[in-house]
Each structure stands twice: as C-alpha cells, then as structure tokens.
C-alpha cells in the first residue's frame, strides 16, 4: 500500500487507566504498520500513574503535554487539555482520534478534535450508570464524549443498546469487547506469576486477604469514613484477615487512609504498584472491595469477588453474572457483605467462579478492523463480540 494513503489514527491518553486499555490497541495498530500511520499524544493528566503504565507497555509517547499541576482542579485541568489538545491535533491533522473511557482527557480531546473537524472513535463507549453525579464526573464526560463521537466502540451488547435507547447510528456502533481483557491476557503471557514487589507485599500479611482500593471524587468525605470503619470491623471480627491497600497519589485518600487506618497490624497501606504486579495481586486477592470501574472487569476474568463500594455501577454485567455486588458506602453494608463471603463457602464459590461478561482478548483487532472498514481499506463489517460465544475467555491466574 502506498505510504501517502494510510490513515493516521491519533490515541490521546491522560490517566492509567487510558494505558492499560489503549496499550492493546496501539500495539494491533503498530502490528499494522503498513496500514496505519499511529501518533501517540498524553496529556499527563495522572503524571505518576500514567508513566508507570507507559514503562509498563513499552509505549512511548510522540507528544506529552505535562498539563499535570499540584492541586488542579476540574475546570483547570479542562482548559489546559482543550487548549494544549487542540494546538496538538491542528499541528497533526490526523484522520482519527482514539479516546478510551470517561475521563477529562477523553472528554476534551474528543472536544479538541471536533473544533479541527477531525473523526472520533470512542473506545469503551456506551456505558450509563444513569446518575450524572456518580461516578462523578466520568459519567457525564462519558455521555459527552459519547455525542462527539463518529465510530463507538461498545464493549457489550448492553453498552450498544443503551447508545442506540440514546438514537446512536446504528451503523457507527460495534461491539468490541472490552480492551482491558486483552490486556489482562497480555500480562498473562508476558511476565511472572507475582513479581517481586507483589510477592514481598503479601508475605507482610498472613491468612485471608481483602485487596482495597478507594479514590473517587464522590466517596471522599463522609462516605470514605465510612468505608474505613468498615474496614476497621472487618479485622476485627476475622483474625486471620489481612488487607492491602495500595494507595491513590490523591493526598485527600492518603491522608485519611493513613489517618484513620495508618497503625493496625492487619491492615497495610502501600505505594501503587504497576500493572505486572497489580494483577498477580487481584488474583491473589480472597476478595476485593473496590469502588474502581476496571477492577470489576478485570476480577470477573480472574475469579475474585468484588464488592463495589458505589450506589450506581455503569458496568452491571458483572452484579448480573454474580461475580460483583454494589454495597454503597454504608459501614454496616459493607460488613455483612464481606461477613457473608468470609462465613459462607456456598456464597463465596458462587462469586468466585471466573467469567468474562467483559470481553474475550480480541477487542483492539475487532477495533483496527473497524478502523480498516470505516477507512474503505476492507469491505466486510466486522462481526460483533457476544457474551454467549466465549465463556471460556478466563485468565489462568488464581494461586491455588
């Protein structure tokens, strides 16, 4: 093919999250190398976070922003990435522009791109929880973004038919799978079952253990007390429990984390790790609270129960499989949901049974084949993921 006429197809990225699940995709792009021109541009909205996942994939950036500052807020955070986006993509002029997921940086250079009249391909579309204000503000950064967008690439047949309930095109939906499938699967066959830093963290605790991690916007304050408490109860009543907390860079979670449960001997507050030793700790994990939206995908794949410390989910495909449960941020919820598990074999065996309502590892190949079909460079729509196809896309991961 000649050079002149490949498509250039541009991935903005600010956040961990955003690496992980884009990292598959840029490596199908660069595995089509004679197809697709590829720019990668990162915001740095999350500097730490972010560069950790970048070392992680082997990806490194053609453009970084470093629009990052201590203490930034939303609206400050919004006019660095739409000024800095913007000047970018005019600069580039890319055919499309790959964003994942809800955050800032995907709102705003879906945004960016709009003013340059360049295409949109939201990755991860399709997702509600139906409460503008939870998860805050990903959920309305996701239905903007969701407006913008030329190509949505839903990773659910639930995700699709909420974009057509919202007079989507159907013809610019497709159903993907999750990309963060195909990422657990790249970490399954790249690296050690735990390394070092995930190994030399666990042998701190002993018996059972809860892996915890907390940092949205909308449970700070009351709610993450609450959650702490029920932490505090949680040890108390179980002995032979332990939990891990590796810790948000936020200093309002640190803070109060360390505050409130800094000192007891069976909890342990930890650095974050890097996905090739965060993983092996989900599967290692005897259970997971979390108000994170990725660890309810990821624990679905690798057998751990999840409760999700949130009201809303805009992920219910796995609080339908039974694999996750919404617990909200009420202390005494939260206990006799983990007591349950804890107690109850039966209960525990019923959620811990690996699925994947998520995704079955091809999502960034449907995605690029996408790509090859929307640019007339095959002819053939590509077929949809379906849940009922691939009930045995598990990731081999759970010590025995």
């Not at 909205?45 to 970048?54: A, G, S, T, Y």
């Not at 986006?85 to 709102?107: C, E, N, S």
């Not at 967008?149 to 974009?163: C, M, V, Y």
Request: hydrophobic share 40%; aromatic share 6%; with cysteine.
């Amino acid at each position: 093919m000649d050079e002149m006429v490949r498509p250039h197809i541009c991935l903005i990225y600010g956040t961990r999250p955003e690496a992980i699940k884009l990292a598959p995709v840029y490596r199908e792009l660069k595995q089509r190398a004679g197809v697709f021109d590829t720019t990668v541009v990162v915001t740095a909205q999350h500097r730490q976070l972010l560069d950790q996942m970048l070392t992680v994939f082997g990806i490194k950036p053609d453009v970084d922003l470093d629009i990052m500052r201590e203490g930034q807020t939303l609206s400050q955070v919004t006019c660095r990435a739409l000024e800095a986006l913007q000047t970018t993509l005019h600069r580039l002029a890319p055919d499309m522009v790959l964003v994942q997921g809800d955050t800032t940086t995907v709102f705003t250079g879906a945004l960016a791109a709009f003013y340059e009249q360049i295409a949109v391909g939201h990755v991860e579309a399709g997702l509600r929880s139906e409460n503008k204000y939870s998860p805050f503000p990903e959920e309305i950064n996701r239905r903007m973004t969701g407006v913008l967008a030329d190509l949505h690439f839903a990773p659910t047949p639930g995700a699709r038919e909420r974009l057509l309930a919202e007079n989507t095109p159907g013809e610019q939906v497709f159903v993907t799978g999750n990309t963060v499938i195909d990422a657990l699967q790249m970490m399954n066959a790249g690296c050690a079952p735990m390394p070092d830093a995930t190994a030399r963290l666990v042998e701190q605790v002993s018996g059972r253990m809860i892996l915890v991690t907390v940092h949205r916007r909308e449970n700070l304050g009351v709610a993450f007390t609450q959650i702490c408490t029920a932490l505090q109860r949680i040890v108390h009543d179980f002995p032979d429990v332990s939990v891990i907390w590796p810790m948000h860079p936020n200093p309002i979670v640190r803070r109060a984390a360390e505050e409130m449960l800094g000192d007891h001997p069976q909890i342990l507050l930890c650095e974050p790790l890097d996905y090739f030793g965060f993983v092996p700790l989900m599967a290692a994990a005897d259970l997971i609270i979390t108000d994170s939206g990725g660890i309810q995908e990821e624990a679905s794949a690798l057998g751990t129960p999840v409760l999700v410390t949130r009201d809303t989910t805009e992920r219910p495909e796995g609080i339908a499989a039974g694999v996750a449960r919404l617990v909200g941020v009420e202390t005494d919820t939260i206990v006799t949901a983990a007591t349950e598990l804890l107690t109850n074999p039966s209960a525990y065996a019923r959620m811990s049974e690996p699925t994947s309502p998520y995704g079955d590892g091809q999502a960034a190949r449907r995605i690029c084949d996408v790509l090859e079909f929307h640019f007339g460079l095959s002819e053939r729509r590509p077929e949809d993921f379906s849940t009922t196809d691939h009930d045995d896309a598990t990731i081999a991961g759970r010590p025995q």
